[in-house]
């Protein structure tokens, strides 16, 4: 069983709170709930043995030289529909490539592909389909699940966001007390944020979409923290703010604790029945919904054959998206990610971005034994691209065992992390250049949202930016001294659509060859039952004085002091939020000090 410590604590002194938390990593060994089978791993098929074999060759290689090779540069660039993908400077030659390949083969990637796109049920653990292709199919195309065709009922909902979000955008859907909701809060956690957080980012600044968003806001609510709450409602009224709770679940503790303060701000603020009006839901569970007091004409289905953080593009990412820039940008989006879907299904291997991207990770990963990867975005619309790809990725491929149970002898699952370049290089980069190797995604784009020429500068602002894109690549291959790789991709315009596709195809990809289980997250799970305990104990300690028991010593020490260095009875609880209409909206700096 492999062990994993963790550090923990944290001491918020800083805040004069004095509590401390701990970041639990427990070592946990998930087996799946299915019996184990005697499958072959992948690591037992000759083209594992061969790439192994071939690394020793790979060492004494360096890219200097593999660059200074037109023919293999050449062969290592693909281009699909404005997109173009550089791969030369990976550590890796022809016959690298070509023995991918063979790896791809031996793990039946053609036919997992085929059988995620057939709608079989390739999350064995949680017995669903894979279908978030179906989100962003054209109208007639025919995606089947369990017999039946979805592509009709995606479009039903689609046509649900675009007639709701038309009338909320032109007045004719209208808040409690008759005045437009020009204000969205989106309350959602994981995937049902992260994804949302990025597209809006990566459109905030795109001038067709600009023009569709004015006078508009979109905001996004995450952390159960109250800060994010005070943060949000800040400067917003209830009385012109449209409130949309997206869970796949309606289960997700943060998420409905969350919704439900918003309920209190708006019902305190305009009556309990304003909430009909003021909050909308987007879920797979329409019953939970009801319960909560949504009614459920105003709720936006998705299924469950779509994976949280697969779901951009349902009702989740599109319903706030629709509000804030209208339907017709969305369907664009769609239409992208659409086009890598195809390209992706049906483009052989040797010109398949995502298959490329991805059998590049496992060869990074798991024969150069690099568990790290960079997103370098060289835009700053594409500031939150890292941030939704580390849970597409480290969610999904965080994985220890096969998708039968067996305990993988080989490391699957790349670490994330990304700034936008040029911050980046004033931040972590330096560790790149010569403290670790650590492969690199160097996102470009052809053309600036927003450009700026200034008389007498040299270049264009967007020049300036991409001088860095195409120099600190170089930098990294060639080096003083040290041996580096990386990748490069530049898009023609701001593409955010199919970038997003191309990676979620890619980590599919690399789940595929792995052997894993890309679509189900255990470990997560674990976690939110051992929430569940620590809050029973914190409402018995404070509503019963009971003292913490059935923890460790580490977290009952914790707890125990947590609770001491902040005691408070329940008269005080609801005077602080019982009104929160009144007490609760108050800077957060001065709501600091009222807590303290
Ligand atoms: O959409 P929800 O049901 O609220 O779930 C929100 C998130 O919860 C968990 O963290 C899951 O691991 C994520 O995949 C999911 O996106």
């Known amino acids: 069983m492999p062990f994993r410590p963790s550090h923990s604590l944290l001491d918020c002194e800083l805040l004069n709170l004095a509590s401390a938390f701990c970041q639990l990593q427990l070592p946990f060994f998930f087996i799946p709930l299915v019996e184990m089978a005697s499958t072959t791993l992948i690591c037992d098929t000759q083209p594992w043995k061969d790439l192994k074999a071939h690394t020793e060759d790979i060492k004494k290689t360096h890219l200097r030289d593999l660059m200074n090779d037109k023919e293999r540069c050449e062969s290592m660039m693909v281009e699909f529909d404005g997109m173009f993908l550089d791969y030369s400077r990976q550590c890796a030659t022809l016959e690298t490539i070509d023995k991918l390949y063979k790896l791809a083969e031996a793990a039946s990637l053609k036919q997992q592909i085929n059988r995620m796109y057939s709608g079989e049920h390739i999350n064995s653990t949680e017995n669903r ?182 779901s951009v593009c349902s009702a989740v990412g599109v319903l706030p998206l629709s509000l804030q820039y209208g339907f017709s940008i969305v369907e664009k989006f769609l239409k992208g990610a659409s086009s890598i879907d195809e390209h992706f299904r049906s483009a052989p291997f040797e010109k398949n971005i995502p298959v490329l991207l991805g059998l590049l990770s496992v060869w990074n990963v798991s024969f150069l034994g690099y568990p790290a990867r960079a997103i370098l975005p060289y835009s700053q619309a594409l500031e939150k691209f890292a941030p939704h790809i580390q849970q597409v990725s480290m969610e999904s491929n965080g994985k220890g065992v096969s998708i039968d149970g067996v305990p993988l002898p080989y490391e699957a699952g790349e670490i994330d992390f990304g700034e936008p370049g040029t911050n980046g290089q004033h931040s972590f980069y330096q560790l790149i250049h010569q403290g670790r190797v650590i492969p690199c995604d160097f996102i470009g784009i052809v053309k600036s949202q927003q450009p700026v020429y200034l008389k007498g500068e040299v270049v264009s602002n967007h020049d300036e930016l991409m001088s860095n894109f195409f120099a600190q690549p170089d930098a990294l291959a060639y080096g003083k001294t040290a041996e580096q790789l990386l990748k490069e991709n530049v898009s023609q315009h701001l593409i955010p659509h199919k970038l997003l596709a191309s990676y979620e195809h890619r980590v599919t990809v690399e789940g595929f060859v792995w052997g894993i289980n890309s679509f189900d997250q255990w470990g997560v799970e674990l976690g939110k039952s051992l929430a569940t305990q620590v809050r029973k104990q914190l409402n018995a300690s404070r509503t019963k004085s009971e003292p913490v028991e059935g923890f460790n010593f580490s977290t009952t020490t914790l707890l125990t002091r947590y609770l001491q260095r902040w005691r408070y009875d329940l008269s005080e609880i609801l005077e602080i939020h019982g009104n929160l209409g009144k007490k609760m909206i108050i800077p957060p700096s001065s709501q600091m000090h009222t807590h303290v």
Do not use: C
Request: without cysteine.
């Open 129 to 310: 389909s894979v279908l978030h292709v179906a989100l962003r199919a054209p109208r007639d195309a025919v995606i089947n699940s369990d017999g039946k065709n979805v592509v009709p009922d995606v479009w039903n909902v689609l046509d649900k966001i675009k007639d709701f979000s038309e009338k909320v955008r032109n007045g004719s859907w209208v808040g409690a007390t008759g005045k437009p909701l020009k204000d969205v809060i989106a309350i959602g956690i994981g995937g049902s944020f992260l994804g949302p957080l990025f597209v809006h980012a990566a459109l905030q600044t795109d001038p067709e979409a600009v023009e569709f968003a004015k006078g508009r806001q979109l905001r996004f609510l995450a952390n159960v923290d109250p800060i994010d709450v005070a943060r949000n409602i800040a400067g917003l009224n209830p009385e012109t703010t449209l409130v949309v709770v997206v869970s796949k679940t309606f289960t997700t503790a943060e998420t409905m604790l969350n919704a439900r303060t918003l309920r209190e701000w708006i019902s305190s603020a305009l009556g309990p029945s304003a909430v009909a009006k003021h909050m909308v839901a987007v879920s797979t569970n329409l019953t939970l919904v009801e319960k909560f007091g949504i009614d459920p004409n105003n709720a936006f289905a998705f299924w469950d054959w779509v994976g949280g953080r697969y």
